[in-house]
């Protein structure tokens, strides 16, 4: 088992920037992927990217286009996602997830998520 707890959400005016913490806990050596979701209010949950562990690598979606930084610090099992120059339609409950390494990218465990508001 995998636990993940979210933080650093809020509230902030169009243009700032806000930087998401994902800390997990448990079996983290089972885990290749740590990723980050949103799901804006009415909408599907969307895929931001995503931090390959071992390697230290990021993956995008297209969306993002260059405001999403995502990174790790696995000495601390923490993943961040840095959002800059935030629109309002940045609005959504953002997620942290983690796969297994015998299935990648099936995202088995999930944390409870973290609001963030961006004010126009």
């Known amino acids: 088992q995998v636990q993940l707890v979210e933080s650093g959400g809020g509230l902030v005016q169009a243009g700032g920037s806000l930087r998401l913490s994902c800390v997990a806990s448990?079996?983290?050596?089972?885990?290749?992927?740590i990723g980050w979701f949103r799901r804006p209010p009415g909408q599907e949950r969307e895929l931001i990217g995503r931090?390959?562990?071992?390697?230290?690598?990021?993956y995008y979606a297209d969306f993002v286009k260059g405001r999403f930084t995502i990174s790790g610090d696995n000495a601390k099992n923490t993943v961040y996602l840095q959002m800059n120059s935030l629109k309002p339609e940045d609005t959504a409950i953002y997620y942290c997830?983690?796969?297994?390494?015998?299935?990648?990218?099936?995202?088995?465990?999930w944390g409870q998520g973290t609001q963030v508001t961006v004010s126009s």
């Open positions: 997830a983690a796969d297994d390494f015998r299935i990648e990218l099936r995202w088995d465990y």
């Open positions: 448990g079996r983290m050596s089972s885990t290749a992927n």
């Open positions: 931090f390959r562990r071992l390697a230290g690598t990021a």
